[in-house]
């Protein structure tokens, strides 16, 4: 047969349009590419499930915070106490200035760690004073006391939004628990000064409704001696105050007319409260 024959050319293009078409099939992806686009989507999403699920995680625990109390100073140095809570309940206490140099330092590495202790024990600025180191006991539970006066007001304002999330709820139930917060308010008093015989004396109320929740002498007689009396009877009779919720405390041995002065002021602080 001729090669210009028709059927020979005929033969010859079919069997390279089955040469071509066998090709094709060879080389074709053995994967389906939507599929694998599909395939590589999914991955992405669990990431962003798993982080979803770490950012959880970090919002339980976002009921730990710390709250660091005023700067007290002391006769041998300022004294300021860091707490840390849970939940409202103080898991650890810290000094992070205490008095230091000289004899200072072997008094503040024996007490510190002890009213560290008694601070978390305590639950409150009631703690004893350690023997030997008065002033820095002193400033300690000053300071310890303003910090927890500074996370009573932060837990204050976390409540009331809780209570206003209740209320888009729960209806009654919202507006129930809402309620009691005007009454949480705190105010602050502060009484006549009363002039004694080494100074005046001069005392501030803090009060939620009509209870004490804190006591502090904004004036105490000082110079010479007064200093270590005052720093030995301003801290008892704080605590007596708040303990008792009013002037009907007793007079602090060795500081008489501090005393007498501290009660003075202490009383007219109530009367203007009008407890």
């Known amino acids: 047969m001729k090669k210009s024959h028709p059927i020979r050319r ?3 293009a079919s069997a390279a349009t089955v040469s071509g078409i066998v090709l094709l099939l060879a080389l074709k992806p053995a994967s389906d590419p939507a599929a694998a686009s599909a395939q590589g989507a999914v991955a992405p999403q669990q990431t962003a499930t798993g982080q979803e699920a770490a950012q959880g995680a970090t919002a339980q625990q976002s009921g730990t915070r710390t709250v660091t ?3 007290v100073r002391t006769e041998y140095g300022p004294v300021q106490v860091r707490l840390t809570m849970v939940d409202g309940k103080i898991t650890k206490a810290d000094a992070v200035q205490a008095p230091k140099g000289g004899t200072s330092d072997q008094k503040t590495a ?4 002890k009213l560290n202790q008694e601070a978390v024990a305590a639950q409150s ?23 927890l006066d500074k996370a009573k ?10 209570s206003s999330g209740s209320a888009g709820s729960s209806g009654k139930a919202g507006a129930s628990s809402a309620a009691p917060a ?9 009484g006549t000064v009363t002039q004694t015989q ?29 200093d270590q009396k005052t720093a030995l009877a301003v801290p008892k009779l704080n605590q007596e105050a708040v303990k ?13 007319y501090t005393s007498d002065g501290y009660k003075k002021s202490l009383q007219s602080a109530l009367d203007k409260a009008g407890v």
């Open 110 to 113: 024996l007490s510190v760690p």
């Open 69 to 71: 109390g005023d700067v």
């Open 244 to 256: 008792a919720g009013n002037a009907q405390i007793d007079a602090v041995s060795g500081a008489t």
């Open 153 to 162: 007001t932060a837990g204050g304002t976390t409540g009331s939004a809780g």
């Open 198 to 226: 080494y100074g005046p004396v001069q005392v501030r109320l803090t009060l939620s409704g009509n209870k004490v929740t804190k006591a502090e002498a904004v004036q105490a007689p000082k110079g010479g001696v007064s």
């Open 10 to 12: 005929f033969v010859l």
């Open 182 to 190: 005007p009454a949480a308010q705190a105010r602050v008093v502060t």
């Open 125 to 147: 600025a009631q703690i004893d004073a350690v023997s030997g180191a008065t002033y820095t006991s002193g400033g300690y539970k000053k300071s310890l006391q303003s910090a």
